[in-house]
């Protein structure tokens, strides 16, 4: 058999009291923390990724994400606290290493930071040592370490320079300081006097200037370290003038006194356009930056209040903010354990509106859970929590379902197995509730006070319900209380419903498990171990064992009132357990949050496997009716869902295939609501496309008019377009005729320049040929003279000879480069000039050709235009033409319209007339009502001072009888009460002789009838026998009712078999009394079967009388009421219509048409 094991596929809930718990991954992915995980959560696809904490971590302080949004560190307290860093990119969140304080007494990281460039990392520690130490994470290298403050300073903030990898910050109580790390040490470098400042958060907004928040609500800006400005934020009253600039005050002496009314500011960010900071509970207000050094407040976002009857002081603290990388959405975690995100676009586009905040995922609980359960038919799950609210989630689709706070604590929650409704205990009653749509309704309340735990039976039609050391066993159909289970002696702390629901087993603080027969009430078995206080219980998955957890640490296993296995004690105590159906393995959950995997039946040794999950005791867990998912709930208050896998990776195959149902609970109420919209929206509709037609009509009228007025304007921009097409074409004309002489003048000045080009280089070329042919001639001459001279001096200047050669040589070399360099740039300048005469021909050319396409497309565009609106003005014309005669139609109309329309306003003014009636009585039955009620609140009232005053004579009256009641009185009575005993007792000692005679006499009496009785008990059992046999056949024959041939022959049959056998009885000498009783109870049984028959007969005829009856009633009812309404309809058209025609018909005569106006005017006159 393969080990079965549970992976972590979702959690539902925030865990609190996590320094920068939210961060974002990229732009759809969020991380917080939640139970004892880290959770990388899309808000797209509604998926996450879950990275469990260590072994022996006992919860994560802080979170700190790198600037590259790629590595996570996570501290985490423990007796040896350490930072582990993630790599987010990596699937499963790869460990890239784990860093410690080495040898310094840490035990938490409060705060973390890292370097812009991601290669450092600085962590806090908590006292008293407040250490700040610097790492090289990735070589896992300390490079220096500094005390930031004193015990009675703490530190609340550390962070990098985001411009600088070597400058620090750390503020806190009565601490700002700036650090640079050089030469291998922290240094500081700021010295600020802040000892009466509580600084909660800060933020760099440049490389000098850093803005802090303080308990008192002030804004601190920090320059180089020193305290410069301060910025106000504006009160309620200025808040309006949104758009005025925040002014930045110098700081002084007496500005140091900060008052506590002033909202404390918890969070704060930077961003592009300015920053973001906490005001209070549950606002945030965004500040703009307009110069370099001064900002202004420009919105204020705010959280919903979750109830009616919040007060500001209940509402949430903001405790991490956060942006997106696009700065899209700005992200907040409050103190309650709720993510809210608001889109930064919507703020800058709704600048009118106060904003709110949404939640990121859905609403979580916020304090501890303390019931949890899952039903058979829906993928539901329940939760209960001291928050005073209840939650239904769905562990399949991972969202919540439903929600609703009450008024108290909810201390257990059982959902019945249908799905559709829920039981919750509170501290006064215990509801039964009905899980509709959209909310969760009361409909029955049951007096178990303090209800710690219920239980629904696996059949439905019961439910269990503890209140201090007693079990309520409750029916669902009646609502009756059927046993009440008695026998512990300390408060029950879990109950379980076996299999067949034929018995409950429940285990309480007193050490004592008993199993309950849920039919007679009794015990079935027991086990006490006073010296252990039970908290969790368990049927096995056969129903025979039962299995239990307590404090002493060992999960046991009980049958027949002994403990069969126990499983070896570990460090920390079980506080909850659950038991897979398939009898493979066994849950349980920890005091310390741990859930773990033992497999069935129960290991001697301890073998099984632990999982991190939540970071408080596990309250509750139960595994879902198809063993796909196991469910626990913590202090913490998160709801953890985890996938039941073998080591291969696939799911529990259950014996049970469960089919998930869909239906919901709708009250009739709700359904009249919903059907009485429709209707309403329906006559909306209809009256909204009336009214849609008759706009679109006046739309058409207001469209031909501007019709005619396009058509003339038209006409009149086609005329003016054509003697400008004709100037256009006389003028390109021209422009061609200048572009044509233009170009041959160019050309013939390019030639000309290319011709005189040709000729300087040529002289140059000529130049410089008669320079080089005088430099040869002076080489000639010179080198003869050097013959001469070396002929007449050759034994005495040779060294003096070869260097005057070497000289010439190089100046020839010279000479010979200038020239080839100088015949190069003739050559390149000639070359230049052409490529310049080319270059500007080709634009010549270029631009008249794009000249000439530019002027035939618009003459082209001015044909087509031309065409189309003659088409148009053909069409309009037309149009006219047709409107003009409806328009004549419409008038003939108006006249008849009028007299209806006169009628109607009557119908209207009379309608209107009854209204006033009726609202006039409904009026007046408001006041009696209210007359009603004053008076019933009058008569409660005087009924209570009555009921005190009644208390108070009773009492008078009990004191007055005791008084008027002597002793004396009390003493003669008692004697006379003696001597009448004494009396009696001699009558009762003659009457015992005399009994005891006829006792002996009548015992032999008794004898003898003894035997008689038995005889005829005998006789009477025959006869019982044989009216059975009888009645079956009898029986027998109703099934032929339908056919009489056979009827008759069973009765013939019968009648023959016991006739036979009544002879055989009478000749074994039955007696005829009986047979005559046998006879009369037939006879009665016949006339009974007679009469019922004639009064069912009766009775339907009766009932399909009042059936056609109705029928008929209703038929009618349902024609009047079409009729009604198909006039009501007509009505309201032909108004509307009539409206419409007025109108039509006002624009007409005060907008008349120039040519038909004076025929047209006496219609409109009489209209009038």
């Known amino acids: 058999m393969a080990a079965i094991v549970a992976q972590s596929q979702f959690i539902f809930g925030v865990r609190t009291g996590v320094k920068n718990g939210l961060c974002f991954f990229d732009e759809q992915t969020v991380v917080f923390p939640s139970g004892n995980s880290c959770v990388c959560y899309n808000t797209v696809q509604r998926s996450q990724r879950l990275f469990s904490g260590s072994e022996k971590s006992q919860g994560l302080c802080a979170l700190a994400l790198s600037a590259n949004r790629r590595y996570l560190a996570v501290s985490e307290c423990g007796e040896k606290a350490c930072i582990t860093v993630l790599d987010l990119q990596h699937e499963q969140g790869r460990r890239r290493k784990v860093l410690t304080a080495g040898d310094l007494p840490v035990q938490q990281f409060i705060c973390m930071a890292f370097s812009p460039d991601s290669k450092y990392l ?9 250490m700040l130490i610097f790492w090289l994470w990735e070589k896992h290298k300390v490079l220096a370490t500094v005390k930031t403050t004193s015990s009675n300073n703490p530190v609340t903030q550390v962070s990098f320079n985001p411009y600088n990898n070597t400058q620090l910050c750390v503020s806190g109580s009565g601490v700002f300081k700036l650090f640079r790390y050089s030469e291998g040490a922290l240094k500081q470098s700021s010295f600020a006097k802040v000892e009466s400042f509580n600084f909660l958060c800060h933020t760099w907004m440049s490389e000098e200037r850093v803005i802090t928040g ?38 002084t002496d007496s500005d140091v006194d900060e008052s506590p009314a002033v909202p404390r500011i918890t969070a704060i960010l930077s961003y592009s356009k300015g920053f973001a900071c906490s005001y209070g509970p549950g606002t945030v207000c965004l500040f703009e930056k307009t110069q370099e050094d001064s900002y202004r407040k420009s919105r204020e976002i705010q959280i919903p209040p979750c109830r009616n009857d919040l007060t500001p002081a209940e ?39 106060q904003l709110h905040f949404e939640f990121l995922s859905q609403p979580f609980h916020s304090k501890s859970i303390t019931g949890l359960s899952v039903c058979i038919r829906k993928p539901l799950v329940a939760t209960s929590s001291l928050d005073r609210s209840v939650r239904i989630w769905n562990y399949e689709t991972k969202v919540l379902e439903l929600y609703k706070e009450f008024q108290e604590e909810a201390h257990s929650v059982a959902l019945h197995p249908t799905g559709l409704f829920i039981l919750v205990g509170f501290s006064d009653k215990l509801r039964l509730m009905n899980l509709v749509i959209d909310d969760i309704r009361t409909f029955k309340e049951f007096t178990v006070r303090s209800c710690q735990e219920c239980a629904f039976s696996h059949g439905g039609h019961l439910f269990a319900a503890v209140s201090g050391n007693i079990i309520h066993i409750y029916s669902v159909t009646s609502f009756e209380n059927i046993l009440n289970l008695k026998g512990h002696n300390g408060k029950v702390r879990g ?24 039919q007679t009430g009794k015990r079935v078995s027991e086990s006490v171990l006073k010296s252990c206080s039970y908290t969790g219980v368990a049927f096995s998955s056969d129903c025979k064992t039962i299995l239990a957890v307590g404090t002493d640490l060992m999960l046991k296993e009980i049958q027949d009132c002994q403990v069969l296995r126990e499983v070896p004690p570990d460090e920390v105590a079980h ?10 393995v066994v849950f349980t959950g920890s005091s310390s949050g741990t859930i773990k995997a ?206 005057l050669t070497q000289q010439c040589e190089s100046k020839l070399q010279e000479k010979t480069q200038l020239l080839a360099q100088c015949q190069e740039d003739a050559q390149k300048q000639i070359q230049m000039f052409k490529e310049i005469v080319k270059q500007t021909e080709e634009d010549e050319e270029e631009m008249i050709r794009d000249i000439q396409i530019k002027y035939e497309k618009k003459l082209y565009t001015e044909k087509e235009i031309n065409t189309k609106l003659k088409g148009e003005n053909g069409i309009m014309n037309q149009k006219f033409y047709s409107l003009q005669r409806q328009i004549d139609d419409r008038c003939t109309d108006i006249t008849k319209l009028k007299q209806e329309r006169q009628r109607l306003l009557e119908l209207i003014r009379s309608l209107e007339s009854d209204i006033e009636d009726l609202k006039r009585q409904i009026s007046g039955h408001e006041r009696t009502g209210l007359d009603k009620d004053n008076t019933i609140s009058g008569l409660k009232k005087k009924n209570q001072e009555l009921e005190k005053l009644k208390f108070v004579l009773e009492f008078q009256l009990s004191e007055l009888k005791k008084q008027t009641e002597p002793q004396q009185d009390n003493i003669k009575e008692k004697r006379e009460r003696i001597h009448q005993l004494e009396e009696a007792l001699v009558q009762t000692d003659k009457s015992n002789a005399q009994l005891q005679l006829t006792v002996s006499d009548l015992g032999l009496k008794l004898r003898t009838r003894d035997k008689e009785l038995h005889k005829e008990m005998q006789k009477v059992k025959d006869m019982e026998t044989h009216l059975q046999r009888l009645k079956s056949d009898l029986h027998n024959c109703v099934s032929f009712i339908q056919d009489p041939r056979k009827l008759k022959d069973s009765v013939k049959i019968i009648h023959t078999k016991y006739l036979q056998q009544t002879h055989e009885m009478e000749k074994s000498s039955l007696d005829d009394d009986i047979q005559k009783a046998f006879r009369n109870q037939r006879d009665h049984l016949e006339k009974t079967v007679a009469s019922l028959k004639t ?45 419409a025609q007025l109108t039509i018909v006002k624009k007409k005569k005060s907008h008349p048409n120039s040519e038909e106006g004076p025929q047209k005017e006496p219609k409109l006159q009489d209209v009038r």
């Open 315 to 353: 509402c949430q603290e903001i405790d991490t903010m956060c942006i997106s990388p696009a700065e899209e959405t700005l992200a907040i975690s409050t103190d309650r354990g709720q993510l809210y995100s608001v889109s930064l676009s919507s703020v800058d586009m709704n600048k009118e509106e």
């Open 598 to 803: 033992i497999k069935y039946p129960l290991p001697i040794q301890k073998e099984w496997i632990m999982y991190q999950a939540h970071c408080g005791p596990v309250t509750k867990m139960a595994i879902t009716y198809d063993e796909q998912f196991l469910l626990t709930g913590s202090e913490d208050g998160c709801l953890l869902v985890w996938t039941i896998i073998d080591k291969e990776g696939r799911g529990l195959r259950s014996n049970t295939q469960i089919v998930h149902t869909e239906e919901i609970l709708v009250t009739k109420s709700d359904l009249e609501e919903k059907t009485q919209n429709m209707l309403e929206l329906k006559m909306r509709l209809e009256e909204l496309q009336m009214e849609g037609e008759y706009q679109l009509r006046l739309r058409d009228m207001n469209y031909n008019e501007k019709l005619k007025e396009l058509s003339d304007k038209f006409t009149q921009q086609i005329e003016t377009l054509t003697t400008t097409q004709q100037v256009m074409k006389t003028e390109m004309e021209k422009r061609d005729r200048e572009n044509q002489e233009k170009s041959t003048e160019v050309a013939m000045k390019h030639s000309k320049e290319l011709k005189d080009l040709e000729l300087s280089c040529n002289q140059k070329l000529i130049v410089e040929h008669e320079k080089y042919q005088d430099i040869l001639q002076k080489y000639e001459k010179m080198q003869k003279e050097y013959e001469r001279q070396l002929r007449s001096a050759e034994e005495n200047k040779n060294q003096a000879l070869e260097d």
């Open 575 to 584: 506080t909850a357990l659950a038991v897979s159906r398939s009898g493979r």
């Open 122 to 130: 600085i962590g806090q520690a908590g006292g008293p040592e407040w």
């Open 1095 to 1139: 009064r069912l007969a009766s009775s339907a005829e009766e009932h399909e009388k009042v059936y056609v009856k109705m029928m008929k009633e209703n038929v009618t009812l349902i024609t009047e009421i079409n009729e009604l309404r198909k006039e009501l309809y007509l009505l309201r058209t032909q108004v509307k219509d009539y409206k």
């Open 214 to 251: 303080t308990d008192a609500g002030r804004l601190l800006v920090f320059e180089s370290g020193d305290l410069r400005k301060e910025i106000s934020v504006p009160s309620k009253a200025v808040q309006r003038q949104s758009d005025r600039q925040v002014e930045m005050k110098k700081i």
């Open 495 to 518: 109950i379980e419903w076996s299999l067949d629901d034929s018995r409950l087993v429940s285990c309480g603080m007193d050490g004592a498990v008993y199993e309950w027969n849920t």
